[in-house]
């Protein structure tokens, strides 16, 4: 069975800095791309950042020059370094990756961790 679980989030002021984590375990052969979504409150779920397999990234408008996504393939691990942060970056991120396990392929998604950004 394969899992991915977020950490990191928390509460944190405005100008602040936090990095999240996103682990992939189970009985998986290999990852392809990985992925970071948010929903802030009462808002559509959106695409934050995107890493695939080679490590090319691209971000949301909204969070370039500000976020930096990352992974470690060693540890089945992405993360994303979110520095500057404001109080619209308050919601719930989500990281989904798309994992060939020994007897599946799909996306998998984690049960999210809430960051929220006081002014």
């Known amino acids: 069975q394969v899992q991915l679980v977020e950490s990191g989030g928390g509460l944190v002021q405005a100008g602040g800095s936090l990095r999240l984590s996103c682990a992939a375990s189970g009985s998986i052969f290999s990852i392809n791309a990985m992925r970071w979504h948010r929903q802030a409150p009462g808002k559509q779920r959106e695409l934050v950042a995107a890493?695939?397999?080679?490590?090319?990234?691209n971000y949301a408008d909204s969070v370039k020059g500000r976020f930096t996504i990352s992974r470690d393939n060693a540890k089945n691990t992405v993360y994303l370094q979110m520095n500057s942060l404001k109080p619209e970056d308050t919601a719930v991120y989500y990281c989904?990756?798309?994992?060939?396990?020994?007897?599946?392929?799909?996306?998998?998604w984690g049960k999210g961790t809430l960051v929220t950004v006081s002014s």
């Open positions: 989904n990756a798309e994992i060939r396990a020994l007897a599946s392929y799909g996306i998998y």
């Open positions: 890493i695939t397999s080679g490590s090319s990234t």
